[in-house]
């Protein structure tokens, strides 16, 4: 008698791929059959689709995403003070930070100089017809506004790395602003804890490791939610979005998505067997549970438990490493930011006829860093400091009106690369370790 053959369990990452697959298809499918011509009267049916995306689809996609962003705050102040409490001495300290550190410029300058040479490559912003232009702006001008405005609170430099050190750290908790706040606040707290006898830090050691383990196990379930979240999201994106806004500004939304897709498939993967020697087919198959993550919550802060639970789980980093490296690198680490930076500010100065010259790449690849680090790990966390960059290198900031309509996709394309080097960075370091370079 034949035997049964036993049946093949469907994984999480492939059931969330499907979620998205299916959010993608019919969002796009309906936007296209029934969402007027930009500028026209929306129809009846349109409409009503939108309404049940808005009103019933959204919510639970926000749901899922807010599960997520619940944990981030106990997981970066746990895993930071754990981590940086188990090395041991501050030498070891100074060693890991100085490598991340040395990572998160490095992989960022080298996206930045991608990001600029694809844009004077391509050339979006010469291809654009200016009728084309003026109309896209018309129907984002009044969403480019409320983000220049918000660019407009931004605080220069120095009071922003002053406004760094909290004055209440349950205040600074309590807003994804805060978190390089409390994230200064752990590690400080984990380095003070090197220090002192360890049957001192035990209880607290032991509770944190507790309150860890246990938003772990919510992250669990929260994942399990993940296919149905990630369709919702991604629908509600493709049905307002659909396909026309992404021929408009088409060289634009070209140019962006080829250089971040050149980042993640590409610069990323190479980057992983060189330093951290896994090969480029296994790296990207073991990542891809974490990419779909980030790819649909468009969000490094609310990815950033998965990016820990993959890199110890996928690639055996250990927890003191993976649990010091995410955190920084969900707030601090931003290559697909960096390039998206690049491309936005030297396409629209192409579109407003500036010529920049030498001195300006070099501030706007300086910025591009700095915003990399500035930027909360948020859907669209980085626009108000993009509105700042153009303003300052003299491109009007409400021509940022021209590539709203696309940002959504940009910006969950632009989260992928945004973790994936963060758990490159992880992995390296683990390895360094691994051969007691560390
Ligand atoms: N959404 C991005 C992130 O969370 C930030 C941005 O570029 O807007 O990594």
Redesign the pocket.
Known sequence: MEQAKPRRRVTLSTKILIGLTVGVVVGIGLNLALAPELGAEPREAYQAIERVADEYVKPVGDLFLRLLFMVVVPIVFCSLFLGVASLGSVQKLGRLGGRTLLWFFGTGLLAAVLGVALVSFVGPGERMAADVAEQVKQQYLPAAQAKVAQSAEAKSWLAALVDLVPTNVVGAASSNKGLLSLILFALLLGAAAIGVAPERTRVLRELLEAVYELCLRILDWTMRLAPLGVACLIFHAAVKLGLPVMQLVGWYFVTAMSGLILLQFVVLPGLALLFAGVGVGAFLRRCRGLCVTAFST????ATMPTTIRTAEEEFGVPNRIAGFVMPLGATMN?N??AL?LCIVVLFLAQVAGISLDAGDYFVVVGMALLVAIG?????????PLIALVLAQVGVPPELLALILGVDRIV?MA??VP??TSDLVCSVWLARGEAVGDT
């Not at 930027?375 to 626009?383: E, I, K, Q, R, T």
């Open positions: 468009s969000s490094s802060n931003m697909g930011t998206f930027a909360a790990g948020v859907p669209g966390g980085s626009l910006d632009r989260t945004n973790i």
